[in-house]
């Protein structure tokens, strides 16, 4: 769900860059007293994690689309809303700097339907409150599932209304709409389901990181553990498990294609034209490729290659280390981990 630029016009883009630096300065003094030993490398880890669980897009049956996680309901559960969304917000800065993942001007409605919805709306008032009331594993996957739904059902939407307020592109609202909601019900219920499995795991190895829910006991994994095991993940995940990812386009870029009947391009013009060569000097790996070979290059699946290997170990690692530097600059007088 990474628009570019393509689909927002400046007064659009503009303001929700504004928006989302006012989420992102209310986060940083909500965070400043708080964060401690423990939450700012778990920021960090996790935000390579995210990098990496985002590079796999899996078919949707029947629809020719994927989808990918987006991984805000995930950061929220276990860093708290207010970390998770600078959290949130480190990985798609990298991706549209670094990987030319989503547009600049776009970046800032990214950040808003992918971070804001799930942390802010989906988990203090869907997650939050069904946990609270009753806990177990099965209330965690019927929590989750539900959450993630109604975070990508309004980022979906968000998507749909932001393109028609710009409208620079020949999208028809209707059909749009109807087409980017149903494939991201069936996006947030995979979402659902992987972000439980986390959790689970998550409660079970130290349970007293997730202020939500009750410890059951004392946890399987020391913290170290904890962190090495989400840091492999992420290397395993991005540099293995992302050559098994569907090349399929993903649901955004199916919705346009069959509302426009083709891809779209943005303005030559305005502030498009210096956002482009911004992003085109900044993207090391553009598309997580490093030749750029265009061209009538034949698809395989798997697609085993050392480029999106490097891509998704130099991605994660980028967003470590923007995301850990930023958590240390929030973090005021550390506080011990107890």
């Not at 349970?207 to 992420?234: D, H, Q, Y």
Request: net charge neutral; with cysteine; proline share 4%.
């Amino acid at each position: 769900m990474h628009m570019s630029d393509a689909l927002v016009s400046p007064a659009v883009g503009g303001t929700l860059w504004m928006s989302t630096s006012v989420l992102l300065w209310y986060c940083s003094r909500k965070l400043r007293d708080s964060l401690d030993n423990i939450r700012v490398p778990l920021m960090g880890v996790l935000g390579a994690f995210i990098f990496a669980a985002q590079m796999i897009n899996f078919s949707i049956p029947g629809t020719g689309s994927s989808g990918h996680l987006g991984g805000g309901l995930l950061l929220a559960v276990i860093l708290g809303p207010h970390a998770a969304f600078i959290v949130i917000s480190s990985v798609l800065v990298v991706q549209a700097l670094f990987f030319a993942d989503g547009g600049i001007l776009a970046l800032g409605c990214n950040i808003f339907n992918m971070g804001f919805f799930p942390a802010f709306i989906a988990y203090p008032l869907i997650f939050k409150r069904m946990v609270s009331e009753r806990q177990g594993k099965s209330r965690v996957v019927i929590a989750a599932v539900i959450a993630s739904v109604v975070s990508l059902q309004l980022g979906a939407f968000s998507v749909v209304i932001e393109t028609l307020l710009s409208g620079i592109s020949s999208l028809t609202f209707s059909t749009f709409v109807l087409l980017m909601q149903p494939v991201h019900l069936f996006i947030g219920i995979v979402e659902g389901f992987v972000t439980a499995a986390v959790v689970i795991f998550v409660w079970n190895a130290r349970p007293e990181i997730l202020g939500v829910l009750r410890p059951a006991n004392s946890g399987a994994l020391s913290m170290k553990k904890l962190l090495a095991t989400f840091l492999m993940g992420a290397v395993i995940i991005g540099g293995v498990l992302s050559w098994f990812a569907s090349n399929n386009p993903d649901g955004l870029e199916w919705s346009i294609f069959k509302t426009a009947g083709s891809e779209l391009e943005a303005p030559e013009k305005g502030v498009y034209s210096p956002l482009a060569v911004l992003q085109e000097k900044t993207a090391i790996m553009p598309d997580y490729s490093i030749s750029q070979e265009s061209g009538d290059k034949e698809e395989v699946w798997p697609d085993i290659n050392s480029e999106t290997t490097i891509a998704g170990v130099v991605g994660g690692l980028l967003t470590l280390v923007v995301t850990f530097l930023v958590s240390l600059s929030l973090r005021g007088k550390l506080k011990p981990s107890g």
